[in-house]
Nanobody, 123 residues
Framework: QVQLVESGGGLVQAGGSLRLSCAASGRTFSSYSMGWFRQAPGKERESVAAISWTGGSAYYAESVKGRFTISRDNAKNTVYLQMNSLKPEDTAVYYC????????????????WGQGTQVTVSS
């Protein structure tokens, strides 16, 4: 009953930047922790970042620390992922997810998922 729609994906060169957005509807957005996950072809889904209800706490996978920033604007029911210094290994489908619990970097803890947006980083 929570709908999540990602946008902002595309094709960029290595070293470039993208900003992903995830618009939520159907529930009180501020009641959920939010996360970003990604899945490359032939690989399992992996955690990227997570943020608490209020945005006061954020967590990142080691592979993206210092390059990616997760944020949220509860007034706009939107969570963002700013991706800088992109690398070819960042190429994947990126998913937004909502979690009624804490902002853990564990995909099975999330209850609602968006459809994904493709990010391709060329070398």
């Amino acid at each position: 009953q929570v709908q999540l729609v990602e946008s902002g994906g595309g094709l960029v060169q290595a070293g470039g930047s993208l900003r992903l957005s995830c618009a939520a509807s159907g529930r009180t957005f501020s009641s959920y922790s939010m996360g970003w996950f990604r899945q490359a072809p032939g690989k399992e889904r992996e955690s990227v970042a997570a943020i608490s209800w209020t945005g006061g706490s954020a967590y990142y996978a080691e592979s993206v620390k210092g390059r990616f920033t997760i944020s949220r604007d509860n007034a706009k029911n939107t969570v963002y992922l700013q991706m800088n210094s992109l690398k070819p290994e960042d190429t994947a489908v990126y998913y937004c997810a909502a979690n009624r619990g804490p902002p853990v970097l564990v995909s099975r803890s999330y209850d609602y998922w968006g459809q994904g947006t493709q990010v391709t980083v060329s070398s």
